[in-house]
């Protein structure tokens, strides 16, 4: 069970405060009229989904509401960093570098 | 293939059961094969059975990272139904089902296949209305089911508590009398040992390192030990890996893989004859020929590839039984371990061409794909066989994720006013 | 069988006269089996059952085989007891070797017909264990097909070992959560000096032992520590921990699982160990879930008994086991012992055994040259060692008569020589140690083997985890307090506390040569000829099924695990499953390493269901959500629906009303004069900022950019892919203020989708989210009256030219100040009435009492339904079920398409699927009979004589009887249904009925809305 730092509470609170909300990074296209329905349906289902270093979306939705990012390894379940919206990860995995 | 049956097992005792044949070979895979099936999980192995058997292709490898029906076959809680509300889905599992009654004489093996029925419970008016709305669609489907009031529900299951004391009192119940549990290993092994005797190469301990794609065609795979081996037609047959081996192949999928755990108590003397699932209160249980409460839940919210979920979700699940089972209380958690779900958006299977030319995914299956074993493999290898895809597996294509013509089996998700 | 003459007086033929942490003073008396027996203070139930002479405690799963005690603890395969005095109180499946004895336990094996004694399937058995190899089943009970069921139930009859109780727990179960900078798992020699290391450097420590006392294996111990018996130490370190305020010890508490980010879970036993049931205001049992910042594993070892033939008769058990039962609870568990061992440790067995004055037979050592402290010790006692030997057969049914002892050659692989046989009434064995490496595997990290120890160890991890002591191979005390005082250290450290030097006790020097790899006794047969020699005994599986197993193909110890059944059993495999996967890698001609281990999973050992259930059953299951006015509802008989976490009113029945009358009642009194609804689940968010109309322009379907202050519209959200999955009434308050409304069960779900949005996507808008749900109490007039009726009690003009439908004004209501929205559900004259939620039920109750004239009538859930459908007015969720767009909903009015931001749902709701012109469409439906009420979930179809499966067309979602219409009415979705107004759709029902249909338009009452513009 995660151990999960709130960078904007600022501590360290348990898992079942907050919220997995799926991969982290997805910009919402600025002009979804423009899109085809493929990249429609890109946008909205296919996922990275790795074996590994992941960046996902959090929320601490039994604390401050606030969604972040975390940097976690999918297969040892370490958290390698936290980070707020708008920030870039600086932990990425080998094969996106 | 060595036969089996109880004269067979009283002939080998004489000999101290020192003449049991090998249930399947060990080979060293061929250079080139008509197809190869990336993971020996049970849907790997049933359509490696079905292509060789019913479709003629025994020129097959099935190559597996670890050993045969180890990942989520090894780690489900095996129930088997097919009363999915969506035409599509329906049409998909019935097809299965009907594979199920008959798999262990058709395998001669003996699979467990028990159809003790299975009871969807209801908790609220909006869960009775979409029992009722199933339930008829099913019925249209030439699917069996019923719906249950809940003194119906008490008189088929006497240990459930059915009474107004618990937080969400049960209102009623879809029930399948055709549904079940078998023995997942076991179903894994049949198919193995049957694709075995049709000719087919099981390579386990096996990890395929990359796909080999020429001119946007799959050629083969990369493994470690043996190299290149090439095919024809590839499927990919890997829960959730397939994400990884997507990306081998240069795509991304609509799949998340998530951690999904279960637990089994001690064993103890029959108690629970059928199989009791509530998705309101988020629990499923049944029980093991052995005697243990088979239990389960929902999925963990992350992604997750460790087969391991949090405590808390074992803790809800739990909880979520005694609420339906005050007698548990005192009965004791043996073991608890997770698999790695691959979860569709729509809850619905993928078996699909892919971007890649002679390329196929079976996937996307998430928490249900046990009792969908035989038809899947039987679907699939159809459509590896004619390099089209089979009638009842087109609906599941993972480019109605473009199009938008999803199977939607999540249903209302509790909103109400 | 009893076995004893050297003890006098009491039953317990034997107990020693002295010796042993047991309190000889306090006499304890159990039933076992229906029979009554005593034992003292400090027993375990399976030490007071061998001071009894009780030899048989358990049936074989599978051979029915007559079974005893072997092991002393956790490891302990046989003992499975059944323990409990009363219905209530039955626990299945209690292992006799970690249950406290307590005066009145009641106890009885889970097996055995007629008796434990006697069994009469031990003879079918005997003539069908021969048809039972492992995975017998597989191969067998195919035919015919339709037997299978049958064939089972006499399967699961025989399986299974305890029950459990068919009534409710008396008990009840807590948990805490504990936050520590060390947690120590086990208090023996290293956990204790590890724990007495973090204390004294200031760190706060948690340390668990499963035993009912601290102290490990020196509690059964006869080593010396500073010259003293060992306990001594133990009793003061003990003392000196409980000095410490920071320092929590946890006796009686099995850590049993080790889970991500040092999440640990401890099963305290708190009065289950000394009481059938829990005293009044106590807890049975306390589950501990601690984030601890260092994990100290001091979890020790386990014996391993050694693979022989009929190594599971009485009598047999595990050497260190022998020497806990004597040292600590001055048993002696037989009369003439034979000790087989592969090493020097288990020497002391046979010490133990000869200085209790017994006899020991012989020592029998698989190595030819044994050197040693301990050897020596046995030397000087005259006692016979056998060296370059094995126990290979033992003779007994229900006790051990005899034992077969032969020659080895030098790998222990073949028989090398002549068998002699013995007399004794007791096997010890011993083949080295396995660490318990249980919780070390929990989180994922694979064990490694350690060939200097004979053993796994545990593997890298990425926990915070720090081991010591025998779990790594560290099986001397002196290496285990050494590692116990380097861990806690290196935890104090890390921790950045100021390490305090602790001196260690001074331990015994022992030598010892080194011990044998040797897992699996030969015999003169081949292994499928031999006796049975057990691996795993609970699931009594034998050297031969594993070897058989091999053979056939199942090459992975996965495989050989998953068709054996090898360390399924309760006990998970702590004796046999490295004697297990020996066997299977000698058969496959491979390394152990190379074969590999199984993984360890949670539980260490099994957990009580009520103990990780905590309270959080029934009403705690969830909590309830009541509104302001819930009193009210109850004393007016309300019947109540779940609907989320709330009870809302669903009818209120008057006497003798059936809840069709109740409806019909409610119905008829809102459309004929005012009927009034507690609509206070209803979610309110509080939308502020500059940007706050913006957003909601982009969350919303429909066009906000011009709704004028004191002005309220409806809205539909959807997904982004196009589909509706909210919908509700937003108001706006102020230029930058509005309120906005969801469903009941939707609220939390809605504000986290506004959240993400504005936090992820839109962060450059300024808009704030509050959630007011809880903060208003709203209750709904609607109806021809209620106008008049919220006349007599506000200050406020409600006048229809003052106050519009789709209005809003503030005013009080009953002397309250109120926000009032002229909005309608019903499609009647209505207001929303809201007021701060603590003046909810006085404005409520004011309304009472200026309704009479008007027979203000309360209506619930159900009569809302209804009331809503004769308008054809949707409910998300009910309506709609996620697969739905507003177009299918005939909701077109309410997208705006031209709105310059593309709005959520918008791209979605175009894609290709979702413009198919045969879409199912949400239409209303009116039954040919119009008494016939449709029900909901009916799926129609175009022809009812179509065969099997039948295409279907939609279903049904809303019908109702509609008193004040007399007639039935409906809606549903209807493939292409928007275009086939007037035509007929059929409903094939369960019972045989199909019931006829006709599409119509939604809105049964008032098409022109002229009702709730009045």
Known sequence: MFHIYCPHCCEYR???????????????????????????????????????????????????????????????????????????????????? | MQHYSGFGLLKHSFSHHENWQRVWRNPTPKKKYD???????????????????????????????????????????????SNYLWDEAAHLYEHAM????????????????????????????????????????????????????????????????????????????????????????????????????????????????????????????????????????????????????????????????????????????????????????????????????????????????????????????????????????????????????????????????????????????????????????????????????????????????HNGALVDEHGAAGVAH | MTSSSHTHGSQQ??????????????????????????????????????????????????????????????????????????????????????????????????????????????????????????????????????????????????????????????????????????????AGPAGLAAALTAALAGARVIIADEQSEFGGSLLSSTETLDGKPASEWVTDVVKELATFDDVMMLPNSQVNGYHDHNFLTIQQHCTDQFADRAPNGQVAQRLHRVRAKWVILATGAHERPLVFGNNDVPGCMVANAVSTYINRYGVVPGNDLVLMTSNDNAYRTALD??????????????????????????????????????????????????????????????????????????????????????????????????????????????????????????????????????????????????????????????????AMALFHIPHTKPTAKAPKQFVDYQNDVTAAGIELACREGFESIEHVKRYTAMGFGTDQGKLGNINGMAIAAKTLNQTIPQTGTTIFRPNYTPVTFGAIAGRDCGALFDPERYTAMHSWHVEHGAKFEDVGLWKRPWYYPKANETMQDALNRECVATRESVGILDASTLGKIDIQGK????????????????????????GLMCGEDGMVFDDGVTSCLGENHFLMTTTSGGAAHVLEWLEIYHQTEWPELEVYFTTVTDHWATMTISGPNSRKLLEKITDGDVSKDSMGFMDWKTMKVAGIPARVFRISFTGELSFEINVQANYGLHVWKALFEHGEEFNLTPYGTETMHILRAEKGFIIAGQDTDGSVHPFDLGLSWAVAMKKPFSFIGKRGMQREDCVRPDRKQLVGLKTIDPKVVLPEGAQGVLDPNAPIPMPMVGHVTSSYWSANLNRSIAMGFVKGGLEKMGEKVFYPLADGRVIEAEICNPVFLDPKGERQHV
């Open chain 3, 353 to 514: 055994w000869h200085d209790a004055g017994r006899n020991v037979v012989a020592i029998v050592d698989s190595r030819k040259n044994p050197q040693g402290t301990l050897v020596d010790a046995a030397r000087e006692r005259g006692i016979t060692i056998m060296v370059g030997s094995g126990v290979i057969d033992v003779q007994g049914g229900k006790r051990v008569t005899g034992v077969s002892i032969a020659p080895l050659n030098d790998a222990g692989d073949e028989v090398a020589g002549s068998i002699v046989k013995m007399k004794a009434d007791t096997v010890a064995s011993s083949g080295g140690w396995s660490p318990v490496i249980h919780l070390s595997c929990h989180t994922g990290a694979r064990p490694v083997w350690n060939d200097d120890i004979l053993g796994f160890t545990p593997g890298a991890t990425v926990q915070k985890q720090l081991t010591a002591g025998a779990i790594n191979g560290s099986f001397s005390t002196a290496q285990a307090l050494l590692e116990g005082l380097s861990a806690a250290q290196d935890a104090v450290q890390l921790l950045g506390l100021t390490e305090v030097e602790v001196a260690l006790p001074v331990t015994e020097e022992i030598t010892e040569s080194k």
């Open chain 2, 35 to 81: 197809v190869i099936i990336v993971g020996g999980g049970g849907h790997g192995l049933a359509t490696a059975y079905y292509l060789a058997k019913e479709f003629g292709v025994t020129n097959v490898a099935v190559i597996e990272k670890g050993f045969l029906g180890g990942g989520n076959t090894a780690r489900n809680t095996t129930i088997v139904r």
């Open chain 1, 14 to 97: 348990e898992e079942e405060e907050f919220h997995a909300s799926g991969q982290a990074h997805i910009p919402r296209p600025l002009d979804p009229d423009a899109c085809t329905d493929q990249e429609w349906g890109e946008y909205m289902y296919f996922r990275k989904n790795p074996r590994g270093i992941h960046h996902e979306l959090w929320v601490h939705a039994a604390g401050c509401r606030k969604f972040f990012n975390i940097t976690r390894d999918t297969q040892t379940y370490e958290i390698k960093e936290v980070y707020k919206i708008g920030e870039q990860p600086s932990v990425v995995a080998n094969s996106d570098q």
């Open chain 3, 13 to 186: 033929s034997n107990r020693l006269q002295d010796g042993g942490r047991i309190d000889r003073s306090k006499t304890l008396t159990f039933t076992y089996n229906g029979k009554q027996y005593k034992g003292y203070a400090g027993d375990t139930l399976a030490s007071a059952l061998l001071a009894n002479g009780v030899d048989i405690v358990g049936r074989s799963f599978k051979y029915s085989r007559p079974r005893g005690i072997v092991a002393a603890g956790a490891e302990e395969p046989n003992a499975i007891m059944q323990v409990g005095a009363t219905e209530a109180t039955q626990i299945p499946n209690v292992r006799a070797t970690q249950q406290s004895l307590y005066d009145g336990l009641v106890a009885g094996t889970t097996n055995g017909w007629p008796s434990v004694e006697t069994d009469l399937m031990e003879y079918v058995g005997k003539v069908g264990g021969k048809m039972m190899p492992p995975g017998f089943y597989y191969k067998t009970f195919m035919f015919p097909q339709s037997m299978w069921e049958t064939y089972e139930t006499y399967i699961r009859k025989a399986a299974g070992l305890g029950r459990a109780p068919k009534e409710r727990d008396p008990d009840s179960y807590d948990k805490m959560n504990q936050h520590c900078d060390v947690m120590i798992v086990g």
């Open chain 3, 691 to 714: 940007d706050a109309r913006e957003f909601l322009g982009r969350v919303y379907s429909n066009a906000w950019a011009k709704l004028p202050i004191g002005k309220c519209r409806y």
């Open chain 2, 98 to 401: 009907k594979l199920w009654e008959g798999l262990s004489q058709d395998l001669n093996y003996n699979v467990m296949f028990s159809q003790r029925g299975c009871l969807n419970l209801g908790h609220t008016l909006q869960d009775m209305r979409d029992i009722e709305r199933r339930v008829n669609a099913n019925r249209l489907n030439g699917i069996d089911g019923e719906v249950l009031d809940a003194q119906q529900v008490q008189e088929i299951v006497p240990v459930l508590d059915c009474s107004d004391r618990a937080r969400y009192p049960v209102m009623g119940a879809s029930w399948q009398p055709r549904a079940g549990v078998a023995r997942h290993d076991a179903v894994a092994w049949g198919f193995a040992r049957g694709a075995d005797a049709h000719g087919v190469d099981l390579i386990q301990q096996t990890e395929v390192q990359d796909l080999i794609i020429e001119d946007g065609t799959v050629v083969g795979v990369r493994t470690a030990q043996y190299g290149e081996i090439r095919a024809d037609r590839v499927g990919c047959v890997v829960a959730g890996n397939s994400s990884v081996l997507a990306k081998m192949g240069g795509f991304e999928l609509p799949l998340e893989s998530h951690p999904l755990q279960a637990l089994v108590s001690e064993p103890i003397k029959p108690i629970l004859d059928t199989v009791v699932m509530s998705n309101h209160v988020h629990g499923y249980a049944s029980q093991s020929d052995k005697g243990d409460l088979v239990i389960g839940a929902g999925i963990d919210g992350y992604n997750g590839y460790g087969q391991r979920g949090s405590y808390s979700t074992i803790e809800h699940t739990i909880q979520a039984v005694l609420e339906m089972f005050p007698v548990f209380s005192r009965v004791r958690m043996n073991r608890q371990w997770g698999g790695i779900v691959d979860t569709c958006p729509d809850a619905c299977p993928i078996i699909s061409e892919t971007p890649v030319k002679n390329l196929f995914f079976n996937c996307g299956w998430g928490t249900g794909g046990f009792k969908a074993t035989p038809g899947s493999g039987h679907v699939f290898a159809a459509s590896l066989a004619k390099g089209e895809m089979h009638e009842l597996a087109k609906p599941f294509s993972m480019f109605r994720f």
